[in-house]
């Protein structure tokens, strides 16, 4: 290889060789920012993937919460509305009850007298 005289004017050969060196890195860049934005894509649409998924699954939890608690919500009610039903019993039992008490605490005040009546018959 001659030494170059780097201050004398370059040739059609020396443009000509510069240009396709210039082409051939161009096109190694070139293929290098293709398979990175492959990657980058596979990347992605492997996040749109899964970011899809996880929304599925955060709306069906959403969908479960929800149901337990409609579910919950209509038992605590219905063992409220169970225990209104008892209270109106017990009520109407202590009303029932207390006359019933009435009637023999007039019969127990009165035996003596009724045990008396009954012995001089």
């Known amino acids: ?17 510069l240009r396709s ?3 051939a ?6 293929q290098k920012l293709d398979r ?11 996040l749109g993937v899964e970011l899809a998924k996880t929304q599925l699954r955060i ?4 969908n479960n919460v929800i149901t337990e608690i409609r ?3 209509s038992e605590l009610l219905s063992a409220f509305e169970a225990s209104v039903v008892k209270g109106r019993m017990y009520e109407q039992k202590a009303v029932t009850h207390g006359g ?3 009637t023999h605490e007039e019969k127990l005040l009165n035996h ?3 045990l008396a009546t009954l012995e001089t018959k």
Do not use: C, W, Y
């Open 1 to 17: 290889m001659a030494k170059t005289n780097t201050n004398q004017p370059a040739t059609k050969g020396d443009i000509s060789n």
């Open 21 to 23: 060196e210039l082409k």
């Open 25 to 30: 890195d161009i096109k190694l860049l070139d």
């Open 36 to 46: 990175k934005v492959g990657a980058l894509d596979q990347k992605t649409t492997t």
């Open 59 to 62: 709306d069906r939890l959403e």
């Open 71 to 73: 579910s919950f919500k």
């Open 100 to 102: 019933i008490l009435a």
């Open 112 to 114: 003596e007298t009724r």
